[in-house]
């Protein structure tokens, strides 16, 4: 039974005005069954690979910033064909390139390969979905972001990730169904092992909620739990 959270016995001791405002003040508590309150935890796919990942931190940029793709560092799992794909920039960039390329079992021409901005600085989003692209079952793709060569330096900056599209097992699948439409997936898509879709179904809750600190503190954690470079704000 959930504890109560005001008593009868409160509730007489108040003015009808009072209690009025009591009422009212209900309606403006979060929806608590929209996210999960309990720390997710990402289980990792054994997948018998080596690292994958590159450039989690600062790496040849010149001037020590962060920069780095937010994903685990061996090749992580996605269920959904044209996932969302973020990467962290500590400052505004013009002009980087993203790529997104097959490299197993054989590697072929890039699949995507586009010039993208970020104007403020943050998690940036790349949504394979607004470029009409999609993964294909059981291969494992490279995708990237390269930073434009920096004046004077001669230098670029890169970071990149690996992904592979692999089916959710029946049970997974199950808790996807009973789950409340549009709520929080991310704790399950983690303790599942598909890291790719529990950082995107997070984000876009927290895209509905910005001001939600228990999400923003969520997505940090999980971040922190694949050894990314540790963020002094949320964001």
Not at 172 to 177: C, D, K
Request: one cysteine or more.
């Amino acid at each position: 039974m959930p504890p109560k959270i005001f008593s009868k016995t409160a509730a007489n001791r108040l003015s009808p005005s009072l209690f009025a405002v009591f009422l009212c003040s209900l309606w403006l508590l979060p929806d608590l069954h929209l996210y999960a309150s309990d720390t997710p935890v990402y289980n990792p796919p054994e997948t018998g690979a080596p690292t994958r990942r590159m450039g989690a931190g600062t790496r040849g940029a010149g001037d020590n910033f962060n920069f780095f793709v937010i994903a685990p560092e061996h090749t992580g799992h996605v269920m959904n064909a044209q996932p969302v794909l973020y990467w962290f920039s500590a400052k505004p960039v013009k002009n980087a390139r993203f790529r997104l390329q097959q490299v197993s079992p054989a590697r072929s021409a890039a699949d995507l390969d586009i010039r993208v901005s970020a104007s403020k600085a943050g998690i940036q989003a790349i949504n394979l979905a607004a470029y009409k692209t999609s993964l294909q079952y059981d291969v494992i793709y490279e995708w990237s972001v390269t930073l434009p060569t920096l004046p004077g330096q001669g230098k670029t900056a890169l970071t990149s990730a690996t992904l592979k599209r692999v089916s959710p097992p029946a049970m997974l699948n199950q808790e996807i169904a009973k789950a409340k439409k549009g709520g929080a997936l991310y704790v399950v898509y983690a303790r599942s092992g598909f890291w790719y879709d529990a950082i995107s179904n997070l984000s876009a809750l927290i895209e509905a909620r910005p001001e939600d600190t228990v999400l923003l503190t969520h997505r940090v954690v999980l971040m922190e739990q694949v050894s990314l470079p540790k963020l002094t704000q949320v964001y």
